[in-house]
């Protein structure tokens, strides 16, 4: 029944390593997202595909990969991992009504931890 | 430049208190507000949002009131409860079809029994 989930929960790893992490949303959007929440609870967005394709890129070091192999999935790749990427990362997925609003849906995030 | 500045940062209210959080944006092309209610340990989820038409929308104990000559909107939680400690962001969204949501910066709620 989830609308946007997310895997792993949880992710402790050592510095240097690369990891995934995978999203899904089974409410038939076109738009996701990958966000970036840190200890002061700040969401800073990542990443935004529409239909696949890569329509918002932030300033993000490009150990960061994002992929959308369908509409309904998103992952994030991250390469060479830094104590400073510890943070909690969320997907989400959005829709527009008919007046164009956005309402977003987010998962239940990844919280990060690099030693 | 921060599109959308919420305060404050933190909030302590005593149940049954009012709660209040503010936010002001600057891009006159946003037409829809929403605020965000976070868990601890959950994601954000949408609390309530006002399109810019109406000064006010209330659901249940959750108001929104919205000022569009001074761009600012705010957030009153009435006869607050413990339940409602959580992280509440403003967010605002313009009308374009690739215009994403800008979100405030947050702000943890605490309401003391």
């Known amino acids: 029944d989830t609308a946007v989930s997310q895997t792993p929960k949880y992710l402790v790893t050592q510095m240097g390593n690369d990891k995934s992490i995978k999203c899904e949303q089974n409410?038939?959007?076109?738009?996701m997202y990958w966000y970036k929440q840190d200890s002061k609870k700040f969401l800073k967005i990542m990443f935004s595909?529409?239909?696949?394709?890569?329509?918002i890129n932030e300033t993000v070091p490009n150990r960061f990969s994002p992929k959308s192999p369908d509409k309904a999935h998103l992952n994030l790749h991250i390469n060479s991992l830094e104590l400073g990427d510890s943070a909690v990362y969320f997907c989400?997925?959005?829709?527009?009504?008919?007046?164009?609003?956005?309402?977003?849906?987010f998962g239940p995030g990844t919280r990060l931890l690099v030693l | 430049q921060q599109q959308v500045k919420q305060s404050p940062q933190s909030l302590i209210v005593q149940k049954g208190g009012i709660s209040i959080i503010n936010c002001a944006y600057e891009?006159?092309?946003?037409?829809?507000f929403p605020w965000y209610q976070q868990f601890p340990g959950k994601g954000p989820a949408l609390l309530i949002a006002i399109r810019p038409d109406v000064s006010e929308k209330k659901e249940g104990r959750f108001t929104i009131s919205f000022n569009k000559s001074a761009k600012q909107f705010s957030l009153h939680i009435m006869d607050s409860q413990p339940g409602d400690s959580a992280t509440y962001f403003c967010?605002?969204?313009?009308?374009?079809?690739?215009?994403?949501?800008?979100f405030g910066d947050g702000t943890t709620l605490t309401v003391k029994p």
């Open positions: 891009n006159t092309a946003f037409d829809y």
């Open positions: 595909y529409n239909n696949k394709e890569l329509i």
């Open positions: 409410l038939g959007h076109d738009t």
């Open positions: 967010a605002a969204t313009p009308n374009t079809n690739a215009g994403k949501s800008t």
């Open positions: 989400a997925s959005s829709h527009r009504d008919r007046g164009r609003r956005e309402t977003q849906y």
